[in-house]
């Protein structure tokens, strides 16, 4: 077997390193997974600092032609990197208006929602921030409900919703959609009146890209 071309850094449950494995998955690309352990504060050593001196993965080497390149961090930017480099299935429409409401709504959830429920926030309200257990679940519930419930809201009155978030192929906003699902399933947080979503993520969970992807099989998840 060839070496795969690029090497992720990654963690069995996370959010972000979920989406880069659902559209590799898509594309039909592999990487070789480098084990990142988020529950031993990995992300914050000094050698992890050198890859993403922000301390979250995922990131992504470019193994191509033996000529490593620097590793590329974030999971939007690496999914359009991908796309750019590889196609087919396209994860952004062709249209402009598509192209924008795709990635409106791909940002709700990766930039506006999935950040306030990442390690890092949860070490800072916890240890300098005065939250207990039941605090941080609130918190944790809020902000998933507020980010799908806006995200519900767009989906189920506008136009452009089809099978999927836009029209009837997967997008980027499918990828972040599920991307959350799967880490408030972990947490056993549930969100009322999202059925659009509820819809739209069944349809994802069929698809062999999403299901290979899905955090309990990864490396390192704990036995079900
Ligand atoms: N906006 C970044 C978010 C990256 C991120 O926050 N990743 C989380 C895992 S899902 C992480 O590494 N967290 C470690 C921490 O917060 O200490 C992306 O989309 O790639």
Redesign the pocket.
């Given at each position: 077997m060839t070496d795969p071309r690029f090497e992720l850094f990654a963690?069995w449950?996370?959010?972000?390193?979920?989406?880069?494995r659902v559209a590799l998955n898509l594309k039909g690309l592999a990487a070789r997974e480098r084990l990142?352990n988020?529950d031993a504060?990995e992300?914050?050593g000094e050698a992890f600092l050198r890859v993403n001196p922000?301390?979250?993965?995922?990131a992504l080497v470019d193994l191509a032609e033996g000529q490593p390149h620097l590793p590329l961090?974030?999971?939007?930017?690496?999914l359009e990197f991908l796309d750019d480099i590889h196609a087919a299935p396209p994860l952004l429409p062709a249209d402009p208006h598509g192209r924008a409401r795709v990635r409106s709504l791909a940002a709700m959830l990766?930039?506006d929602t999935?950040?306030l429920i990442?390690?890092?926030?949860?070490?800072y309200l916890t240890t300098k921030g005065g939250f207990d257990d039941a605090a941080w679940r609130a918190w944790q519930s809020h902000w998933f409900t507020t980010g799908l419930q806006a995200f519900e809201q767009r989906l189920a009155t506008e136009p452009a919703t089809g099978a999927y978030c836009h029209g009837d192929a997967i997008t980027t906003a499918d990828i972040c959609l599920a991307s959350i699902i799967v880490?408030m399933r972990i947490f056993k947080i549930d969100v009322p009146d999202i059925p659009t979503i509820e819809r739209i993520f069944a349809l994802c969970e069929t698809h062999e890209a999403f299901a290979r992807a899905e955090p309990g099989r990864q490396v390192g998840a704990p036995a079900a």
């Open positions: 963690f449950r996370t959010s972000a390193t979920y989406r880069v990142i988020l504060g992300q914050r922000l301390g979250a993965i995922p961090t974030q999971s939007l930017a690496i990766a930039a999935h950040p990442t390690a890092r926030i949860k070490g880490v």
